[in-house]
Nanobody, 119 residues
């Protein structure tokens, strides 16, 4: 079992920056595909960014060039650096861990952290 705990959300002005962190328990973190998702009020949860066990990254078009996902396997932690924040980035941000073994996939989710971009 893997537990994910996010931190780092808050209120920031447009153009500002925040860094989210997600700490994972367990021993399989380094082999997991990690990602950040977000859900704004009245909208579906959407992918923000993912990072593979080897460090390959993928971003939603809406955040490319502004957000950076990274991981520290020694600390069992994944980060999301968010720069040039816009009001439309306001959402609850969720950390996700995807574990695949012998064709069976398991998804783990954090509890979410609120990010509000407003002046």
């Amino acid at each position: 079992q893997v537990q994910l705990v996010e931190s780092g959300g808050g209120l920031v002005q447009p153009g500002g920056s925040l860094r989210l962190s997600c700490a994972a328990s367990g021993t399989i973190f380094s082999r997991m595909l990690m990602g950040w998702y977000r859900q704004a009020p009245g909208k579906q949860r959407e992918l923000v960014a993912t990072i593979g066990s080897g460090g390959s990254t993928n971003y939603a078009d809406s955040v490319k060039g502004r957000f950076t996902i990274s991981r520290d396997n020694a600390k069992n932690t994944v980060y999301l650096q968010m720069n040039s924040l816009k009001p439309e980035d306001t959402a609850v941000y969720y950390c996700n861990g995807n574990w695949s073994l012998l064709g069976r996939e398991t998804d783990y989710w954090g509890q979410g952290t609120q990010v509000t971009v407003s002046s």
